[in-house]
């Protein structure tokens, strides 16, 4: 096994920085030194297989994207990407652990869904990878599964209380599935939108003629983001279970959220990049269908109405505790024309899992957030959220090396032709300009990207059983 010594840098974790060098000894970390330390010898680096010099570079754990749908069966086509571009594309942005949804829809098997996804991604992926489980159909086969998939380290399950007849859950369902949760010590993951209310909305404005993109985010207001927010958290009150509401993006839900937060509930909040960069105004009401690029749900909102701004504030509160991508790429061609005359019937995702850490850095670049919450909400928070950290999310003696050296001084232009590993034929960040580089990234000791080259393989990633939530003892 290589070791590799990584000097000269700063390294940044959630709690502080400082600069220290970095032994790797094959997967794992093996030593954080002070710089000029003589505990392992006066000359280190002429001992090591290989020296990267991160001087003026932050040396930060590899990030975590706790939010991912690879090859996500959604409206009749599949998320355009693949466990190996998906997570390729992830490893050229400085991701090195991936959370990916396994699908039971319903009137489907959980094991059935699962074995598919391990199926999936066995193999073929570049970086390591958990899964959560989307339980779409809860019946007491459901139920008996999640303890079973408990004990093989797939500890988080998603509710839905939107899409009904593809995932979604009704009340009765979700408080037997929380009850489960509550039981077995698992988090629920909720998409918190009320579905059934939209439904109708999206009907009355079709027949209204109202076809464009830009009326995927109308029929989604917050209200309907904020009420099942709010219903989820009484639900998880009153089972006990611990509750994480995925992909927050209306201001009124996350205040809601923080509200109970205060008084000492488990209850957690994700947002995403889209919702704090993108607007309903400037992307998704984009002339004629251009907007179908950034039709997601939830959907991004009104600028004028500040939510971006507000979901900054709550990242820097605390309230928000994750940013994850909600990677769920489709292509224009094919995919999201699919929609074209029908807003109803535009796949839903963004495709960000390449850039989630870039676009956190420019945050950082511009004041709104600092280095050490960087790194805590891309890659400490997530891991402990969902079982992973001491292995995943820290730079410390035992961790995987999962590691990521950044240039704060480099540039990164994003877009189609520019930096786009994706499987995807555009970019919703087309334009973005990045104050910051990814300039080396270590997946579990072996170096996958570095000279601005990818050195990684599909198969190097492996299945990663994760604990349970680490914020609950
Ligand atoms: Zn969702
Ligand atoms: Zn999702």
Redesign the pocket.
């Known amino acids: 096994m290589a070791t590799i010594l990584i000097t000269g840098g700063t390294v940044v974790s959630a709690t502080g920085s400082a600069p220290m060098d970095v032994l790797v000894d094959g997967d794992t970390v093996a030593a954080v030194l002070q710089p000029g330390s003589r505990l392992l010898g006066t000359d280190l680096a002429a001992g090591v297989d290989r020296v990267i010099d991160a001087t003026g570079k932050y040396v930060v754990p590899g990030g975590v994207d706790a939010h991912t749908h690879m090859e996500l069966p959604f409206g009749g086509t599949f998320a355009s990407d693949t466990f190996e571009t998906g997570t390729t594309a992830a490893a050229w942005g400085g991701t090195t652990t991936i959370i990916d949804f396994a699908v039971q829809r319903t009137g489907e098997r959980v094991l059935d869904g699962l074995a598919a996804w391990h199926e999936k991604a066995a193999g073929n992926s570049a970086v390591d990878y958990g899964f959560h489980q989307i339980v779409g159909g809860v019946d007491d086969d459901a139920l008996k599964s999640m303890s079973e998939l408990v004990s093989e380290g797939i500890t988080s399950f998603k509710l ?1 209380m939107a899409y009904p007849g593809v995932f979604y859950s009704d009340d009765g369902q979700i408080l037997r599935a929380m009850q489960t949760a509550a039981d077995i010590g698992a988090t629920v993951m909720m ?1 918190a939108e009320n579905g059934i209310a939209i439904d109708v909305l999206v009907q009355q404005a079709l027949a209204r003629g109202e076809t464009d993109p830009i009326h995927h985010g109308l029929t989604r207001p917050w209200e309907t983001e904020e009420e099942a927010t709010h219903r989820a958290i009484m639900l998880a009150r009153l089972t006990g279970a611990p509750l994480y509401i ?2 927050m993006s209306a201001k009124q839900a996350v205040a809601t959220l923080a509200a109970h937060r205060q008084q000492g509930f488990n209850v957690f909040g994700e947002t995403c990049p889209q919702y704090l960069y993108l607007s309903l105004e400037d992307q998704l009401g984009a002339p004629g269908f251009e907007g179908a690029k950034w039709v997601c ?1 939830t959907p991004l909102r009104s600028r004028a109405q500040e939510h971006q701004d507000e979901l900054w504030r709550y990242l820097r509160t605390g309230d928000l505790s994750v940013v994850s991508t ?1 990677h769920c790429p489709f292509c224009f061609k094919e995919q999201k024309e699919l929609g074209l005359g029908d807003f109803s019937k535009i796949p839903n995702g963004i495709g960000s899992v390449e850039h989630r850490m870039d676009l956190l850095f420019q945050g950082v670049v511009e004041g709104r957030i600092t280095p050490e919450r960087w790194v805590e909400l891309c890659s400490t928070t997530p891991a402990r959220m969902f079982g992973l950290y001491g292995r995943k999310g820290v730079i410390a003696p035992g961790a995987d090396a999962d590691i990521v050296v950044y240039d704060p001084s480099g540039h990164t232009s994003i877009g189609v032709g520019k930096t786009h590993h994706m499987n995807m034929d555009h970019s919703a960040w087309e334009g973005f300009e990045i104050d910051g580089h990814v300039d080396v990234v270590l997946s579990r000791g072996s170096i996958v990207v570095s000279d601005g080259a990818f050195h990684g393989r599909a198969g190097h990633g492996r299945f990663v059983p994760r604990g349970l939530n680490q914020y609950l003892r």
């Open positions: 839905f998409h995925v992909h749900s909600d």
